[in-house]
């Protein structure tokens, strides 16, 4: 099965900024969807942002104009460039990748371990 690695998770002050990595291990084809999710203690994990083939992408209301998501196919990479950050940015923060073609096959759908991203007041 094909692996996500998360990185990129700290400490940083409010108004800071992070970028989380998503990489995926293996010899990729393809990947259709890639998303960020956040999870807070208690509560189930909520979409943050996502991109598909073709590199379209969608923001929770939250976040928009504050993160932007990107990928570089060449190194099977997916970012999560987080600006302005609030303390209601903190949350463990996961990676999850849908459709995967691989050399071994396809993955419907892979979770990473998660980062702990934590933004003081």
């Known amino acids: 099965q094909v692996q996500l690695v998360e990185s990129g998770g700290g400490l940083v002050q409010t108004g800071g900024s992070l970028r989380l990595s998503c990489a995926a291990s293996g010899s990729i084809f393809s990947i259709n969807r890639v998303g960020w999710y956040r999870q807070y203690p208690g509560k189930q994990r909520e979409l943050v942002a996502d991109i598909r083939t073709g590199s379209k992408t969608n923001y929770a209301e939250s976040v928009k104009g504050r993160f932007t998501i990107s990928r570089d196919n060449a190194k099977n990479t997916v970012y999560l460039q987080m600006n302005s950050l609030k303390p209601e940015d903190t949350a463990v923060y996961y990676c999850?990748?849908?459709?995967?073609?691989?050399?071994?096959?396809?993955?419907?759908?892979?979770w990473g371990q998660g980062t702990l991203v934590t933004v003081s007041s």
């Open positions: 999850n990748a849908m459709e995967i073609h691989w050399a071994g096959g396809w993955d419907l759908e892979v």
